[in-house]
């Protein structure tokens, strides 16, 4: 447990145009700052709000499709993620292009972040006709998956309740979900994963998410590598 600390830090990922920003100001108001990543010019949005006593400070990543390495506001938004290590990540997903949107979600989970989905555009959604069980995708995921219309304000009060709760015990949302890439992989995974768990440079990692990027062939998790 992590109880009363000074103020709580939340990253706020999504992918592009899924209501992040709008999301963002529905839940902190008017206290913003803007700010840069080390390093870079690509813009770090930070806003702060109290609840039931409790200082949060979201910080928006920049939006992207997926956590791999290939653009600076993929490496950005995960830079922050490995090294700040946030004590919770608030996930935009757009509920009226769900499936799209959940691929950044299980990357999410696969890097053992902390989670609460907020399902943003559920006006839209609706509008289309889906019908989304959002109690089972929560269950799916093993994360709170909370309902919202950011763009009217809809489900504030849920998500800063969910955010709390996931701020004050984020054990329990961790590590939830994990993909089965198949007995072979699996092996060569299972490996790599001991390997690195046990080699103390790599300790601010999730030993099982670097072994798939390592694997995976990602550049930014090679060149760790080959120091
Ligand atoms: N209908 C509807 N529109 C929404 C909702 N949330 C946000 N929007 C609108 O969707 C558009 C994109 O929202 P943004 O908050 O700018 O999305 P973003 O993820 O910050 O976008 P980028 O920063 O460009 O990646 C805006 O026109 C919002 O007003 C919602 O729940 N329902
Ligand atoms: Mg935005």
Known sequence: MNKNKQEYIVAVAGQPNSGKSTVFNMLTGARQFVANYPGVTVEKRIGIYSYQGQKIK????????????????????????????????????????????L?????????????VVALNMMDISKGRGFEIDEESLAKELGVPVVPTIAQKGRGKEELRQAILKGCLGKDKYKNSLVVDYGQKIEQI????????????????YNPRWLAIKLLAGDTEVRSMFHQ
């Open 58 to 101: 979201l910080v928006d990543l920049p939006g992207t499709y997926s956590l791999t390495s290939y653009s600076l506001e993929e490496r950005v938004a995960r830079n922050f993620l490995i090294n700040e290590n946030p004590d919770l990540v608030l996930n935009i997903a757009d509920a009226s292009n769900l499936e799209r949107h």
């Open 103 to 115: 691929v950044l979600t299980v990357q999410l989970l696969e890097m053992g972040m902390p989670l």
């Open 189 to 204: 995974l299972d490996e790599l994963t001991q390997n690195i768990a046990n080699d103390n440079r790599y300790s601010n």
